[in-house]
């Protein structure tokens, strides 16, 4: 039923979205290196101050942008009490007949991290929260919790891409 139900409501939420294309100014170009390999491709922020490697599979993927929220339980229910972005790696080949797994990175200030990790609000009904990947001096970014729990097609290699730590961090508006 709620793969049924996320079938349903991909294409009304992705209208919501903004989608940039893999080749924009923030990712770079696959060259193909001395020994016949292709290198790798790379989404890079310098507004936040990360970069993220990807294996040359990934070229052409896209960055779709969505929201968070972070809610705060009270008599009257939920209230959305803080929010930030979700940056989401989504592979050239998925489709929204054929949705591959993506790679979604939720951005928070250090502020909004720690206030979180102290329990003053929470994000879903996950019993446990977000797992932080890195951060600098201004933001966390982390991985949410159960973004792979549809098992979409490429949910393994995108475990593979994680094991490798593929996100680095530098300070916002600096080139590393």
């Not at 193909?32 to 599979?57: H, K, Q, W």
Request: glycine share 8%.
């Amino acid at each position: 039923m709620f793969l049924l139900s996320m079938f349903l409501l991909t294409p009304m939420f992705l209208d919501g979205c903004v989608r940039f294309r893999g080749t924009s100014p923030t990712a770079a170009s696959t060259d193909i290196s001395t020994d016949g390999a292709a290198s790798p491709v790379e989404y890079r922020n310098t507004d936040l101050g990360l970069s993220f490697s990807l294996p040359a599979t990934w070229e052409g993927f896209t960055i779709l942008t969505t929201n968070w929220e972070g809610l705060k339980s009270g008599d009257l229910g939920d209230e959305v009490v803080e929010q930030g972005p979700i940056f989401s790696i989504v592979h050239h080949k998925s489709t929204a007949q054929q949705p591959r797994q993506d790679i979604p990175l939720m951005v928070f200030t250090i502020e909004q991290w720690d206030r979180m990790q102290a329990g003053e609000w929470h994000i879903g009904a996950a019993p446990i929260g977000p797992l932080e990947l890195g951060r600098n001096s201004r933001y966390v970014f982390a991985l949410p919790a159960r973004y792979n729990y549809a098992f979409l097609e490429g949910w393994e290699e995108v475990e593979q891409i994680l094991q490798e730590q593929p996100l680095v961090t530098f300070e916002p508006g600096v080139e590393p």
